[in-house]
Structures are given as structure tokens and as C-alpha cells.
Nanobody, 121 residues
Framework: QVQLVESGGGLVQAGGSLRLSCAAS????????MGWYRQAPGKQRELVAT???????KYADHVKGRFTISRDNAKNTVHLQMNSLKPEDTAGYYC???????????????WGKGTLVTVSS
């Protein structure tokens, strides 16, 4: 059973920083793209950042220059360093990964349960 578990959320003042982590576990053969999405109350889930297995990154315009995504392929982890946080960054942050699990022939999209980030003004 493959699962993604996020950690690192919390309460921070505007201008502060947080580092989110997500660990994939289970019978994993390979992981393709990994990423972070967020969902604020009353809003749709939106892309924050993604990273491919060879390190190519993509960011949403509203986090460019403030957030940095990275991954450790050996540990099946992905991180999101968030700096210069703003109240509008308040949301549940969800880890996503395309994973080829043992006993399967194609990759499948997995989601974590999310971690809450609250930025106070």
C-alpha cells in the first residue's frame, strides 16, 4: 500500500517561513513527478509547485521567488520551502506524486491527507 504523508505545517506570522515535507512509503518501484497543491477554504485546489524525477521544476506565478520545491529520490521525499509567507498563503497543503507501485504496470496518482498552513497578519 503506497501512501504519502505530509509534515511541517503550522501557524506563522506574515513574512515568516515554513518547510513542508512529504514522504512516500510502501511498495514503490519508481516515482515520476511530485508536487504540492493547496486548497483554501471555499476555493478549489490549485497547483503550487511540481518537480520531475530529474529535477525540473514548475511554480505557480503567485509563489515564484518565495517558494522552492526540492526532492530526495533516494528517500522518496519532496519538500517545499516557503519564505516571505503572506496571509493569502493560508491553506491546506497537499502532496501529490505519480508512483509506479510493485505489481502494477502503470503509474498512479497519489495524494497525501494534507497539512494546514496558517499565516497571520
Amino acid at each position: 500500500q503506497v501512501q504519502l504523508v505530509e509534515s511541517g505545517g503550522g501557524l506563522v506570522q506574515a513574512g515568516g517561513s515554513l518547510r513542508l515535507s512529504c514522504a512516500a512509503s510502501g511498495s514503490i518501484l519508481s516515482i515520476n513527478a511530485m508536487g504540492w497543491y493547496r486548497q483554501a477554504p471555499g476555493k478549489q485546489r490549485e497547483l503550487v509547485a511540481t518537480i520531475t524525477s530529474d529535477g525540473n521544476t514548475k511554480y505557480a506565478d503567485h509563489v515564484k521567488g518565495r517558494f522552492t520545491i526540492s526532492r530526495d529520490n533516494a528517500k522518496n521525499t519532496v519538500h517545499l520551502q516557503m519564505n516571505s509567507l503572506k496571509p493569502e498563503d493560508t491553506a491546506g497543503y497537499y502532496c501529490n506524486a505519480e508512483i509506479l507501485g510493485a505489481g502494477t504496470y502503470y503509474g498512479r496518482n497519489y495524494w497525501g491527507k494534507g497539512t494546514l498552513v496558517t499565516v497571520s497578519s
